[in-house]
């Protein structure tokens, strides 16, 4: 057993380590916020990162037109050619760097990209760095592939960015990678270019998730690639093109990687679903135009709700510059926001998920999703107001 991580057991099998897998608390969350709906109560979702409004027409008329073609069959375990090109022109068109389709591996959703990135860059007590607060998924996909997560803070006060000096004192022979992600789940943080330099510089390969690139209220979007080929980057279509359901993914990583990941997918997943890939297509295709008009509406609702944050006192100490999330900062009303989580769900009828999903540097806050109308917003913000105000420290569950 590791002293300093003493929930983790490198000598466990895998059903004793599925054990310790941490229930994913925004989905328990949500679910009871149903159960609640299903008993004809008023429930306000501002707990999952969900985009707002449906798949765009285009994307689905292409997948259509594939089933019709009867493109159903498998493809290629990287991807059909067609979309994995289309994904290089992307990244060429945004970040000016070129990459070759053959570096490219199209999954079914990014988590299933993550998979594969841990299954191969980590061994088993293997180490790898990640911001906390992180993705709450992170250390149960690395933990999984019995390797050891290794959460660095990151502050409110620094806008929750992860800085090179800090991870320095982390650094060891275990530590075979550093993950990040810009802009970030659960905080919003954005990277800017001398702070993803800095860390291409530290010498552990950097693992990029980058599915919230295209929802960026700053300068542009950064990719990873831009500073360093000893990368693997994540990304998928979910939030930026609003195909959460459609599970379309892909990595691209260093070419020496690659075959072994292909071997993984080909056992694993085969591939990813043939007339989806159609749709990713599409997806890839949309002009800058009209995802500044989608992401024109995040904007006006991250700025409402900051500015109604404030007015509570609990809005975190910089504005997020990405992402459709924001952190509140609850301490003074509670130290478990779990509970503090169900009572406002309870209580108020709003969901939102406790920060302790996110790791032991969130606890302490909510997080608040504004990817949803704004008529919702504004109503869920109204409720959790009258909560604050009305709150009693002595029915704390915590």
Same mark, same amino acid.
């Given at each position: ?48 990162? %969900? ?22 069959? *498998? ?6 050619? !067609? ?72 502050? !409110? ?40 330099? %800095? ?5 552990? @390969?950097?693992?990029?998730? !980058? ?5 960026? *209220? ?54 990813? @679903? ?14 800058? %135009? ?15 709700? *900051? ?39 309870? %209580? ?14 969130? !606890? ?7 990817? @949803? ?26």
């Amino acid at each position: 057993m590791n002293g300093r991580y003493p929930d983790l057991d490198q000598n466990l099998g895998y059903p004793e380590r599925i054990a310790q897998i941490k229930p994913f608390l925004a989905m328990e969350i949500l679910e009871k916020a149903q159960q609640l709906e299903s008993q004809g109560n008023s429930v306000i979702h501002l707990e999952l990162g %969900e985009p707002g409004g449906e798949t765009p027409a285009a994307i689905k008329e292409a997948a259509v037109n594939a089933l019709h073609n009867n493109d159903t069959c *498998y493809t290629h375990s990287l991807g059909k050619m !067609e979309l994995r090109e289309e994904i290089a022109a992307y990244h060429k068109r945004l970040y000016g760097i070129d990459i070759s389709p053959e570096q490219i591996i199209v999954t079914s959703g990014s988590s299933a990209a993550m998979l594969l990135a841990f299954s191969v860059l980590l061994d088993a007590g293997d180490r790898i760095i990640i911001p906390d607060p992180y993705y709450a998924c992170y250390p149960n996909f690395i933990r999984y592939v019995r390797a050891e997560p290794v959460p660095v803070p990151v502050r !409110e006060e620094d806008a929750f960015k992860l800085k090179a000096h800090k991870v320095k004192k982390y650094l060891g022979p275990e530590v075979k990678g550093i993950l990040i992600n810009s802009p970030a789940n659960p905080t919003g943080a954005v990277l800017g270019e001398t702070e993803l330099q %800095e860390l291409a510089e530290l010498g552990p @390969c950097i693992v990029s998730d !980058e599915v919230y690139h295209g929802i960026n *209220y700053g300068n542009r979007d950064r990719s990873i690639m831009e500073f360093t080929d000893q990368a693997i980057v994540i990304n998928g279509f979910s939030k930026r093109n609003i195909m959460t359901g459609w599970r379309l993914g892909y990595l691209i990583a260093p070419v020496d990687m690659v075959r072994k990941m292909q071997k993984l997918q080909q056992n694993l997943f085969i591939c990813a @679903c043939n007339f989806i890939q159609s749709a990713g297509i599409a997806a890839l295709q949309e002009t800058p %135009e009209v995802l500044e008009k989608r992401f024109s509406d995040y904007n006006e609702r991250r700025i409402y709700l *900051y500015r109604a944050l404030q007015k509570m006192d609990i809005a975190p100490a910089r504005l997020p510059d990405g992402a459709f999330y924001m952190m509140a900062n609850v301490k003074r009303y509670t130290s478990d926001s779990y509970s503090f989580a169900l009572r406002i769900l309870e %209580e108020a009828g709003v969901a939102v998920t406790p920060g302790i999903d996110f790791g032991a540097g969130a !606890e302490g806050y909510i997080r608040i999703s504004y990817a @949803c109308s704004m008529e919702n917003l504004k109503e869920g913000l109204s409720r959790l107001e009258k909560f604050l105000n009305n709150f009693d420290p002595g029915n704390d569950f915590g």
